[in-house]
Each structure stands twice: as C-alpha cells, then as structure tokens.
C-alpha cells in the first residue's frame, strides 16, 4: 500500500480499550495504521517479502515504514475496532511466557553489564531501555519504578509482569542485541543471554525458542 519514512508520518500512542496498555499508533493522510513487524536495518529483503506478502497476498492494507536503523510494517486499523484481537502473526497479543523470556534475557544482560563493567554502566544501560520503552510505548513502562522492576524482579515469580504483543518483543529482542553489541563489542554475547532461559520450564523454553528462531529477530539470536 504505502512506502513511507519516518518525516511523512506522525506516531503517537492511544490507551488500549480493554487493557492496561498503549498502543503505538501511525497516521498517514488521515487513516490510522497498528504496528505489526518490526525488522533490523540488515532485514530490508525481509521486511520487504514481508509487506508484499501482506499487501499483495491478503489483501490487507499495510505501511512499510523505512527508518535508517529499522524497517516495521503497519496494518490499517479502526480506532473504534481497536479492541478487536488480532493474530499473533499480525502483532498480536502473545503468550505471558514470550514476556517473561523476553525480560529473563533483559535482566541477564543487565545484570552482565554491572558485574563486568561496574553500576556507571548499568545506569547508562537502564536509560537507553528507558529511551526504547518510550519511544515504542511499551506498556507498564511509564515510571524509572516501573523499568527497576522489570531490570530486577523475577518475571516468572511476578504478578505485575505485562504481556506484551509480538511487535513489541520483537522490539525489544532487536533493541537488546543492539545494546548487547554497544556494550560488549565483539566480545560473545548472545550465549550467555540465552542461558537465563534455563529457568523456563522446558516445554516453555523450547516453545519460545521456535518463535524466536522464526522471528525476525531469529538470526540476531542463532
């Protein structure tokens, strides 16, 4: 449908209907348009298959957004049927365990980050998390409160983890490597993050280490 950049659009975030959460939103021209996919700056092939299938193959009405670190797809969407669930393939609400995955590898990178390179650059760590989780609106993210406990408190002994939608995860999985490249070079890193998913159930682990495979942030992580 429509090949943007980022100056020919307006992103904002409206409150999710029947959840505690904000949704990212982009407007173009009127219409209004959810996040679905998100894709690293190397993944342009990817995002682009992506949109085409999307636009081509189902008919659906769809924004491929073009950012100098990022490619993300947008399918239109009502406001007023925003509350109507859609697919997981199409950025919608995920298992609570994706989550809880998501910010075991989170806490494991940070923790990393203090015992190797001392509280300075955790601290520079946590702000760069705090800038990705306002820039895409990350639900429950909204208080320097709220990204402490998600940096420190075990998601799977937690009740106040949030279940985030898969674009955002994929967000964040890409975001993380990203980080996780700044901070630690060349040196590895990834494996060390995977281990932290040790503490999932196996059933659970093995589950979300397929989708993460199948992702498009599957090679970041292999």
């Known amino acids: 449908m429509f090949i943007l950049k980022r100056q020919d659009v307006e992103i904002s975030s409206i409150q999710h209907p029947k959840r505690d959460q904000k949704v990212p939103i982009l407007s173009y021209q009127g219409q209004n348009f959810r996040l679905i996919q998100v894709f690293n700056a190397g993944q342009e092939e990817e995002a682009r298959s992506f949109w085409r299938d999307l636009t081509d193959n189902q008919g659906k009405a769809c924004v491929l957004l073009e950012e100098p670190e990022r490619y993300s797809i947008w ?16 950025g919608g609400a995920m298992s609570a365990v994706f989550t809880q995955a998501c910010l075991l590898m989170l806490q494991a990178m940070y923790i990393d980050i203090e015992d190797l390179m001392g509280t300075k650059q955790a601290a520079s760590f946590e702000r760069d998390l705090t800038g990705i989780f306002q820039q895409w609106r990350f639900p429950q993210t ?81």
């Open 142 to 222: 909204d208080s320097p409160t709220a990204v402490k406990q998600l940096l420190t408190v075990n998601p799977l002994n937690s009740l106040q983890t949030p279940t985030w939608q898969e674009s955002l995860l994929n967000v964040l999985l890409q975001e993380l490597h990203r980080l996780g490249k700044a901070y630690f070079g060349k040196s590895a890193f990834v494996g060390r993050i995977l281990d932290a998913l040790q503490d999932l159930p196996q059933g659970e682990r093995t589950r979300f280490l397929e989708w993460l495979n199948h992702s498009p942030t599957g090679k970041l992580w292999s």
């Open 75 to 90: 399918g239109k969407v009502r406001l007023d049927q925003l509350g109507i669930e859609v697919p997981a393939q199409e």
